[in-house]
């Protein structure tokens, strides 16, 4: 079975300042690689995915993620923060065949004024 | 448009008594899946359904859940005696189809006493 580790469970940063979540998967086989985001009082939402091709992958907000097979690594980058960023980040994992998917426990985003 | 809705958005039980907790998904979309979020954890993905096929049950985190999902829109995830470790938040998705983006629904926050 897979699992994803989200080592941070909270960063802390100062608006304008770069930042990486990082996220590392355990898998034997072909995985699929999201990142998902989840405002204060709102749903879920996608921010990028990796499915295949280039393993540079641009999402919204600014936001990107590279695959990186070897280190089985997915991390989230963006290269100078908002307020408006603040949020808690899941990555997550499926099977090649989408009939599972595996959620890291999450990294709460705080970016200060 | 409408987005995925569930219901109730918050239920109170009784140790011992089931409950059922409903999913709208978005008009057309082929794949529906349940996750629970419990406090300070990921999500843990429960079921998925897709199409007419029958689904994967091995998510599901003892025999006292169970999920179906009728004409391939409106689903349902029944907990049976529930216990206070079911205590949780029950989030449903849904997609257009297993490669595309999966929009999540507000959530039923269950609370088990």
């Known amino acids: 079975a897979q699992s994803v580790t989200q080592l941070d469970s909270q960063v802390p940063v100062f608006e304008e300042a770069p930042v990486e979540l990082r996220c590392n998967y355990s898998?034997?086989?072909?995985?699929?690689l999201f990142w998902y985001v989840q405002y204060p009082n709102q749903g879920l939402q996608l921010l990028l995915k990796?499915?295949?091709?280039?393993?540079l992958v641009k999402g919204i907000n600014g936001f990107e993620a590279e695959f990186n097979k070897s280190q089985t690594s997915f991390h989230l980058r963006k290269p100078s923060v908002h307020i408006s960023d603040t949020a808690e980040y899941f990555c997550?994992?499926?099977?090649?065949?989408?009939?599972?998917?595996?959620f890291g426990s999450g990294t709460k985003l705080n970016v200060k004024p | 448009g409408a987005g995925v809705s569930q219901s109730p958005s918050n239920k109170v039980t009784e140790k011992g008594k089931d409950v059922e907790l409903r999913c709208d998904p978005i008009?057309?979309?082929?794949?529906l899946y349940w996750y629970r979020q419990s406090l300070g954890q990921g999500l843990e993905f429960l079921i998925y359904f897709q199409g007419n096929s029958a689904p994967d049950k091995s998510g599901l985190p003892s025999d006292r859940f169970s999920a179906e999902r009728t004409g391939g829109s409106v689903s349902t995830l029944t907990i049976q005696r529930t216990q206070q470790e079911d205590s949780a938040v029950y989030l449903c998705?849904?997609?257009?189809?297993?490669?595309?983006?999966?929009?999540f629904g507000p959530g039923t926050r269950l609370t088990v006493l």
């Open positions: 997550a994992v499926s099977r090649y065949n989408f009939n599972k998917f595996y």
């Open positions: 998705a849904s997609s257009l189809g297993v490669r595309d983006e999966q929009f």
């Open positions: 990796y499915l295949s091709g280039s393993t």
């Open positions: 898998s034997s086989v072909s995985v699929y």
């Open positions: 008009s057309g979309h082929t794949a």
